[in-house]
């Protein structure tokens, strides 16, 4: 059994940073890729960064330069700091990981963390 937990969302001023966090438990043998999507209401979910297990990176063109994705492979968890927040940036925040268990290999999702910017 594997669970990935996203934390660190919240209500927060245009112009102002949070940091999501993402930790993966349970059974798990080794972690290639980990991304975060998001999706706001009545609107498809996007992918917003991904990171790989050799630290490669990406970014959708509307997060550049503001959004930093990263991860701590002895903690099993990946983190996204997002500075400069704009409204459109309001969205339900999820967790993605390709997970090898001693059995499997996996897609797993996180249940979300909401991020609302506003003033």
């Known amino acids: 059994q594997v669970q990935l937990v996203e934390s660190g969302g919240g209500l927060v001023q245009p112009g102002g940073s949070l940091r999501l966090s993402c930790s993966a438990s349970?059974?798990?043998?080794?972690?290639?890729?980990m991304r975060w999507y998001r999706q706001a209401p009545g609107k498809q979910r996007e992918l917003v960064a991904a990171?790989?297990?050799?630290?490669?990176?990406m970014y959708v063109d509307s997060v550049k330069g503001r959004f930093t994705i990263s991860r701590d492979n002895a903690k099993n968890t990946v983190y996204l700091q997002m500075n400069s927040l704009k409204p459109e940036d309001t969205s339900v925040y999820y967790c993605n990981a390709d997970i090898r268990t001693y059995s499997a290999y996996v897609v797993y999702w996180g249940q979300g963390t909401q991020v609302a910017v506003s003033s």
């Open positions: 990171i790989t297990s050799g630290d490669s990176t």
């Open positions: 349970g059974s798990i043998f080794s972690i290639n890729a």
